[in-house]
């Protein structure tokens, strides 16, 4: 049920993102299927949301609310990692195109993966036509807008993915080595002073303890 939500939540973001880039682009053909790519982004948002809610009421009254169908994560469209503003016609639907065909592997895997609910599939294999004409018309229309520069900016949209994927893997993995380092030391390293600390003390006298009389001397100097 949370993962339903997730994708929700990424295609909502994608549809926003998409109807930035229809306000963008001075081309009308392109601004129209933009703004039909957001409107079917945002109502697989809904189709989701929608999903999720019934299999919440489905779940008996005693059941785990946290129950996720074993799907595996969901990408977004990473639109996010572009500057809209800054993007020509061309980089944006080489990258739209790379990102729709990479959606529509994935629901390719969904779809197959819950043949134990029916419903949700139904659900993945209408989005997964909608995917299909996504891939379909941004590279069509990359072909018309760049004729002899639209594999350049395929190559472009690949080498940033596949950076951006990098910087991700990096991060998660930073992540994960700074953790096992930490619980490390907090059980091989920290114990050994613990224990040298316990030994200090049983060694120190309780109670107060009497100063050296030269110590004990006037307080109107600082030494």
Do not use: C
């Amino acid at each position: 049920m949370q993962k339903l939500l997730r994708f929700s939540e990424t295609e909502i973001d994608g549809g926003r993102d998409i109807l930035r880039a229809a306000e963008l682009t001075s081309d009308p053909l392109l601004r129209r299927l933009y703004l039909e790519h957001a409107i079917d982004e945002f109502r697989h948002g809904l189709m989701f949301r929608q999903r999720a809610g019934s299999v919440l009421r489905e779940l008996p009254p005693r059941s785990n609310r946290t129950f996720q169908p074993d799907l595996p994560a969901s990408g977004g469209h990473g639109l996010d990692d572009l500057q809209l503003d800054k993007e020509s016609d061309g980089s944006l639907l080489a990258f739209l195109h790379l990102s729709e065909k990479a959606a529509a592997s994935r629901f390719t895997i969904y779809r197959d993966v819950m043949q134990h609910d029916p419903p949700t599939q139904a659900i993945f294999a209408e989005i997964l036509n909608d995917e299909r004409f996504h891939m379909n018309y941004t590279l069509t229309h990359l072909v018309r807008v760049a004729p002899e520069r639209h594999r350049r900016h395929l190559w472009r949209a690949r080498l940033s993915r596949l950076w951006k994927g990098y910087l991700r893997l990096a991060t998660a993995l930073a992540s994960a080595m700074g953790t096992l380092i930490l619980t490390l030391q907090y059980f091989i390293v920290l114990p050994p002073f613990a224990w040298l600390a316990k030994r200090a003390k049983r060694k120190e006298s309780p109670g107060w303890l009497p100063i050296a009389s030269e110590r004990n001397g006037s307080l109107r100097r600082q030494y």
